[in-house]
């Protein structure tokens, strides 16, 4: 059997577009009869435990050296573009002349289609949330020694919380230092089966990361990193905890208040982001 010619494999490619193409459509079709089925329009459209889902059922699957990063971008544009044909919504991303990285994190995960706007302070960008101008606030990881960390404005009950971490499934290039961010938004939190949860621990008199670690343990949790930051009214310490920890989970009310704690405060939760197979490596040496 002879080999295909040039034209001929340039036909195959054709062709296997237009499928593509003809699915993305068939893809547009299906979701629409899915957003008939929910009902009136209500609150921001995104579901990251959904689309975390199906970025793992992808990961599971895919295989050969076409890069699994390039496929999550692909269905992270694909994904924003049909939410915004359901519901708009915007996105405010801590950037300036600066700070250039989370503008591109953000564009990967959100994609191109959808309005963002960049503020030059991490406080600017969360108060367009808490104002109601932005759906979605883009904001760094927190890491210790902050003087005006953006995260003790979660610890109030009507306060937003943290829905998501980006990147999900791997990076591509970024105008800075590479760093983790953190999606704010109204949003109830969902489990997918495996997660990171955020808690504010507040205490009164300051208490050491040995200290606080004991106590969580002792009640059944697993802390994986923890900042601090003083306020005049006490501590404040950002603790995330494996496993999805909702409300009315037990654990939280094993943690012994009477010796240091006055509050614990669930302030978000995310799907554990996809291997290093997949995914850029975290530098943990000065912080989360």
Request: charge should be negative; charged fraction near 25%.
């Amino acid at each position: 059997m002879s080999k295909p010619t040039l034209d001929q494999l340039r036909r195959e490619i054709d062709a296997i577009d237009d499928q593509i193409h003809d699915l993305i459509l068939q893809r547009w079709e299906t979701v629409r009869h899915v957003a008939a089925a929910k009902g009136p329009k209500s609150g921001l459209p995104v579901r990251p435990a959904r689309e975390a889902a199906m970025l793992r059922r992808l990961a599971a699957r895919h295989s050969g050296p076409f890069p699994f990063a390039a496929l999550a971008r692909m269905w992270h544009e694909m994904i924003a573009a049909f939410t915004m044909l359901q519901a708009d919504y915007s996105v405010a991303v801590y950037a300036n002349e600066r700070e250039h990285t989370l503008w591109d994190l953000a564009r990967d995960q959100f994609g191109s289609q959808v309005p963002m706007s960049p503020y030059p302070t991490q406080r600017d960008a969360l108060a367009q949330l808490f104002e109601g101008r932005h759906d979605v606030a883009v904001l760094p990881m927190p890491r210790e020694g902050e003087e005006d960390p953006w995260w003790v404005a979660l610890a109030g009950a009507e306060a937003p919380r943290v829905v998501m971490r980006i990147p999900f499934a791997g990076v591509g290039s970024v105008r800075g230092p590479m760093q983790d961010a953190l999606a704010v938004a109204r949003l109830t939190l969902e489990p997918t089966g495996s997660d990171r949860t955020l808690v504010v621990v507040e205490t009164i008199q300051p208490l050491s990361r040995t200290g606080l670690n004991a106590i969580l343990q002792r009640a059944g949790l697993s802390p994986h990193f923890t900042v601090s930051a003083h306020r005049d009214n006490g501590w404040y310490h950002l603790v995330e905890l494996g496993d999805f920890i909702g409300p009315d989970d037990r654990r939280l009310d094993l943690i012994d208040v009477r010796d240091a704690v006055s509050r614990v405060s669930i302030i978000g939760a995310y799907a554990e982001v996809l291997g290093p197979e997949h995914a850029a490596p975290v530098d943990d040496a000065d912080g989360p």
